[in-house]
């Protein structure tokens, strides 16, 4: 009876074939996350700059109406105060000494201060409430801007979102199907190495003697080992499932040097 079970060998190779191939898929996933989680982030900024232009312009809006009533309160102010003048100034051609005629002098030197100090104020306040008014227009164009940045954003991420649905299901349900056909101890140490790793790089392919995933150099015997695929590999550095490039699908291409010395032996050879 013909022994259909399969060898140690290929048991190994096709856990890490299944792992690689799972790899590949979280991999794209990882790609359109990357993508599509990049841009909330910037539709949340720009949505709060928004905001805080918004509110900034609500509160210069109050305090330049603030100053314009301050203005006008002044502006009253001196009319009452040249009205006193005029009044006391009519006053003055009924004085019957000296001592009331200084008194009320003195109360028109008052009054001429008050005029003075309302100017001041009245000019302070309107050069405020220009100022502010600037400043305003300033923040307007500024919001228009980044609401337009904003409304750019929004479209573009809404048709990643459209474009990569499709995408990212059928992965999802790739994904899915490869988690069922590999061993749950595998497919949990894959997971934890996943979410160790910066880049979600679980399995990796050797890159010239290193590992893919951290590029330390591999030793010699633990080369060999990976190549042979009797037993699952992993990076003594950063602990990543390591994988033969030829058994993961990729070309390697042999150094020159070595091309050269091949063909020294085969001339050599034709020679003897």
Do not use: W
């Not at 399969?6 to 996933?29: F, G």
């Not at 051609?93 to 109360?107: A, F, G, I, P, W």
């Not at 005029?115 to 050069?127: D, G, S």
Request: charged share 40%; hydrophobic share 35%.
């Amino acid at each position: 009876m013909t022994n259909t079970r399969p060898s140690a060998e290929n048991a190994v190779e096709e856990k890490l074939k299944n792992m690689y191939a799972l790899q590949k898929v979280m991999s794209r996933i990882d790609e359109i996350r990357t993508v599509r989680g990049e841009l909330p982030l910037e539709v949340r900024d720009l949505s709060d700059e928004v905001e805080r232009l918004a509110v900034r312009v609500t509160k210069m809006r109050e305090e330049a109406a603030a100053a314009r009533l301050s203005a006008n309160k002044y502006k009253e102010e001196r009319i009452q105060a040249q009205a006193t003048i005029t009044k006391i100034e009519g006053q003055l051609e009924q004085v019957s000494n000296s001592r009331e005629y200084d008194n009320l002098t003195k109360e028109i030197e008052f009054q001429e201060l008050e005029i003075q100090l309302r100017e001041k104020l009245i000019r302070e306040n309107t050069a405020r409430e220009n100022e502010l008014m600037a400043a305003i227009a300033q923040n307007e164009e500024e919001k228009a801007a980044r609401i337009n940045d904003l409304d750019i954003k929004r479209k573009e991420l809404d048709d990643i979102i459209s474009e990569n649905k499709a995408e990212e299901d059928r992965l999802r349900e790739e994904a899915k199907q490869l988690e069922e056909i590999i061993d749950p101890r595998l497919l949990n140490a894959f997971k934890r190495i996943r979410k160790g790793s910066r880049n979600g790089l679980a399995i990796v392919a050797l890159d010239r003697d290193s590992c893919g995933g951290c590029f330390a150099k591999i030793p010699p015997q633990r080369r060999l080992d990976v190549a042979f695929h009797k037993k699952v590999i992993v990076c003594e550095y950063c602990g990543r499932i390591l994988i033969d490039p030829e058994l993961a699908g990729i070309k390697v291409e042999k150094p020159v040097e070595e091309k050269k010395n091949r063909r020294r032996r085969v001339a050599r050879k034709e020679e003897e």
